[in-house]
């Protein structure tokens, strides 16, 4: 039932310690302000670390060879591994069952790139036409590398979208254009897009092409794969962190390298990576939780003393109340109506502005490991009503002492 009497009562001691319940007030909204603005920044570097996995593959695994830094079996350290395509047929086959994708990769150098008269300073690589799918690229128009040029070592070019538009821009249809690479045409057939612009400045060129033009024999610089999806993230970790080991076994096995050798054969798997940091946001996520309750605890404590200076200065009205019949359980609510007033105002004061915040902000905030960062909206009305419970326990206990004071003992109170 509404009480207007008792209502008034609260609005008048508000009225009367302005500045008290406003800094009561300013602890509790800073305690959920704080919380939800942490929340979100922990939210917003799982959105970052998310997508800077997103530009390949998610169960993406990579190979680069090394130099031995012990030496093995009669083998002096220092020996630089060089990777082979026997190494990547082999893998391939070894383990066959358990790669979604896979591809060689050579890093065409010493060339020269041209375009007419124009020269192009961009990457040349040989991939496979599975490199597509494990590198996340999106084909903007045209196609990427097939099988049948792999097979006939066709002259085909595909150029990432950063390309076309500083090169191509003036023409109206650059697909089948030719490109020269040291002096041999290569037929544009596509153009791909990355998330980034610097993996846009590169041109692919069929593996089999770039070995047999380029003299680069047998030769490969590194070998990517992904792997099968699973049902959950657990089982996906797993599976690369198995997969990643039994590899560099066989290839350290292979090339002569010491088992307990880190420098001579790299593996790196990407969800091995995600597993890695997604731990690391956990715990920092729980830390940023720490805080926020640490901060609303304050908070809550501010109100508990409060509430105990206001049962303090009206102890003489609260003995006139009890010697006219007021009930202990009129007195308690009284004071929980006065505590849970203040605390519900302050957070939802609080929510509204952090949330506001986040909001116009969020959306513009994309620094290294950080994007987009932004709270789940029941979080954070959860932790309001948690709030107020809290600001109503902080004030039972001012509330039950208030209703223990015998009458003739307030009446005497100055």
Not at 52 to 61: G, I, M, N, Q, R
Not at 100 to 113: D, L, Q
Not at 273 to 292: D, M, P, S
Request: glycine share 8%; with cysteine.
């Amino acid at each position: 039932m509404f009480d207007i009497e008792r209502w008034q009562e609260i609005f008048d001691t508000i009225r009367k310690n302005k500045l008290r319940t406003f800094l009561t007030g300013l602890s509790v909204a800073s305690g959920i302000f704080i919380l939800v603005i942490l929340l979100g920044f922990g939210q917003g570097m799982q959105n970052g670390i998310s997508a800077e996995f997103e530009e390949d593959a998610s169960t993406s695994v990579w190979v680069w060879p090394g130099t031995t830094a012990k030496g093995y079996k009669g083998l002096n350290p220092g020996r630089r591994i060089q990777l082979r395509n026997e190494n990547y047929e082999h893998t391939a086959t070894l383990f066959g069952d358990d790669i979604e994708y896979k591809s060689p990769r050579i890093f065409v150098n010493n060339v020269s790139v041209n375009y007419g008269n124009e020269a192009l300073v961009y990457f040349v690589q040989g991939v496979s036409y599975q490199f597509q799918q494990i590198e996340n690229a999106t084909m903007s128009e045209g196609r990427f590398i097939n099988y049948n040029d792999e097979v006939g070592t066709a002259k085909v070019a595909v150029i990432g979208n950063k390309i076309k538009k500083d090169v191509f821009k003036d023409v109206e249809t650059p697909l089948g254009e030719f490109i020269d690479i040291s002096g041999i045409p290569f037929k544009i057939i596509g153009f791909f897009g990355e998330q980034e612009d610097r993996e846009e400045e590169r041109i692919y060129i069929p593996i089999t092409t770039a070995q047999k033009v380029f003299n680069g024999g047998d030769r490969v610089s590194n070998l990517a794969y992904t792997l099968p999806p699973v049902e959950n993230f657990d089982q996906a970790a797993a599976q690369a962190i198995q997969f990643k080991n039994e590899l560099q076994t066989y290839l350290k096995q292979v090339h002569t390298v010491a088992p307990e050798d880190t420098s001579g054969i790299f593996v790196w798997s990407a969800m091995e990576e995600a597993k890695r940091f997604y731990g690391l946001t956990g715990n920092i996520k729980f830390f940023f939780w720490f805080v926020g309750v640490c901060t609303i605890i304050a908070g809550v404590v501010g109100v508990s003393n409060i509430m105990l200076i206001v049962v303090k200065e009206r102890t003489r009205e609260i003995g006139v109340r009890k010697a006219l019949g007021a009930k202990p359980w009129s007195i308690v609510g009284m004071i929980l109506h006065e505590a849970i007033f203040v605390t519900t105002i302050s957070g939802f004061t609080g929510l509204i502005f952090s949330m506001g915040l986040l909001e116009l902000v969020g959306p513009h905030i994309e620094v290294d490991y950080i994007l987009n960062p932004s709270v789940n909206f029941r979080v954070a009305l959860s932790t309001v009503f948690v709030l107020i419970f809290a600001g109503a326990f902080a004030g039972f206990f001012p509330a039950w002492r208030a209703s223990r004071v015998q009458v003739i003992e307030a009446l005497r109170d100055e």
